[in-house]
């Protein structure tokens, strides 16, 4: 399955207030600015270029490795919430504490709160933002994208002068 460019995370909260609703917030993450498919590979083909066997070899390596990176953090930060979950629900057995913070304890007992739809990126998704490193978020500037050797001097991408 192809993934666009424009990847998004999605958190889930679960906010109390007298009632229960939900609460949902995206937050674009690794999103990249180049909107055009044909100058999107026009910038990869010229830093593909631009580095040796060894450099590519070596960017899908540590691709690989960020890769694992992110799905230990999200698998963590998983745990460290079931975790929490579970010593909220231990201290709402007791009577005064379950009282003095109804709100915590009405949480606590919803599943709605350990919803976590943050999926990891994947090995091709991070190899093609360290390919395309800062090119990926300069946009149009015509001078950012030469001194970030994003394109040639001469391509027919870059904005005029």
């Given at each position: 399955m192809k993934r666009s460019p424009h990847t998004f995370?999605?958190?889930?909260?679960?906010?109390?207030?007298?009632?229960?609703?939900?609460?949902?917030?995206?937050?674009a993450v690794g999103q990249t600015l180049v909107a055009n498919p044909a100058l999107l590979q026009a910038i990869k083909d010229h830093r593909v270029k631009r580095l040796s066997d060894d450099q590519i070899r070596q960017m899908h390596s540590r691709?690989?490795?960020?890769?694992?990176?992110?799905?230990?953090?999200?698998?963590?930060?998983d745990r460290q919430r079931y975790a929490s979950r579970a010593?909220?629900?231990?201290?709402?057995?007791d009577v005064v504490y379950r009282t003095r913070n109804e709100r915590e304890c009405l949480a606590a007992q919803s599943t709605?709160?350990?919803?976590?739809t943050e999926q990891?990126?994947?090995k091709e998704q991070i190899f093609e933002d360290l390919l395309l490193g800062d090119c990926?978020?300069?946009?149009?500037?015509?001078?950012?994208?030469?001194?970030?050797?994003?394109?040639?001097?001469?391509?027919?991408?870059?904005?005029?002068?």
């Open positions: 995370r999605l958190h889930v909260w679960l906010v109390l207030t007298g009632a229960s609703f939900l609460t949902l917030s995206t937050v691709a690989q490795d960020l890769s694992q990176q992110e799905v230990r953090r999200i698998e963590e930060e010593r909220t629900r231990e201290m709402c057995k709605l709160g350990l919803m976590n990891p990126r994947s990926n978020y300069i946009g149009g500037d015509r001078q950012k994208l030469l001194q970030a050797q994003c394109l040639p001097p001469n391509s027919p991408f870059l904005p005029p002068r």
